[in-house]
């Protein structure tokens, strides 16, 4: 597939160190490339973001304004998409932009006209922009809809429904999916389904430490102290992920949280230092376990174990990406944790001495 692509991205590949599509990518290259609707379920880190754009950024053409809308559930996800889309979008003389809510309107109108060929946001703004009569679906040929899944949830799914409902009639969708939760009924008709969420992502290796729950942010603490070391931590309150930073910080760990409120330059920059080793433990919740991408990210850790198998995943999903090496940490403070736990994986004990990690 990758030799018939055009020079511009041979450079792009050799750079990022692609030599074969991933399972999911192999599949909806023909489907997406011939303008069937297709559903593409597969894992969190294989690869679903270029098996949809690289067939669908092949079809676009230069200079025609509003080809192609690619709508994800949060600012994280769109922004992510938006970063991979410029790098293959430009070599082709095609451009991006970005549609977010809590971003200047204005700016986003004054950036329309400009005539871009891909729009990618979240739903609410487009659908602010669509109302006035800023974007014109009816130009759209192809709407992604990114982690559908989340797309169904009550706070989003009456946007999506109104944009769609505002597109042309022979128009191409994609759906796009880690969970293969989704009812038929959501889908449009003739929507052809591609289920790889089975798929076994083997270099994820799974652990637990055993931990007084008093002692949980001491732990923390001493994973920031350990040389070069980058975990991303997962809580399943705010209370608890607000409380544990402030200890943290008080105690001079490198840790910083990204919580919901954040706004979107500051989350941009606390993710920047987090990918360039700054900071040594990111804090979140499960909300940021959808749209966020840190390549080669070593360790995801649950202070928390997550509530049901999906959320530990996703989770878990943040690391090991593209086939790199990966480590889940859960945090166990009674016998009832490490049940649930096993149900989600196959998980070894470690103990943490002398600043590095040991299997029991």
Known sequence: MFTNFPEQWQDLLREKGITAETAIQKE???????????????PTGTGKTL?????????????????????APNSELAGQIF???????????????LFLSGSSQKRQIERL???PEILIGTPGRVFELIKLKKIKMMNVNTIVLDEFDELLSD????????????VPRDHQMVYISATNKIDDQDLVENTIVY???DQKLDTIKHYYISVDKRHRVELLRKFSNIPDFRGLVFFNSLSDLGATEERLQFNGASAVSLASDT???FRKVILEKFKNHEISLLLGTDLLARGIDIENLEVVINFDIPRNREAYTHRAGRTGRMGNEGSVISLVTHPEDLKKLKKFAKVSELILKNQELHEK
């Open 155 to 166: 706070s989003q799914y009456h946007f999506v429904t109104k944009i769609s409902h505002h």
């Open 195 to 197: 289920d790889l969420s």
């Open 28 to 42: 909806l290259f023909a489907p997406i490339t011939e303008g069937d609707n297709v559903l593409g379920i597969s």
């Open 113 to 115: 006209k400009k005539g």
């Open 51 to 71: 098996a949809y754009l690289l067939p669908i950024l092949l079809s676009l053409k230069p200079k025609k304004a509003q080809q192609l809308l690619i709508l």
């Open 83 to 97: 970063d991979v889309t410029k790098q293959w979008a430009e070599p082709l003389g095609l451009t991006a932009q």
């Open 263 to 265: 706004n979107v330059k």
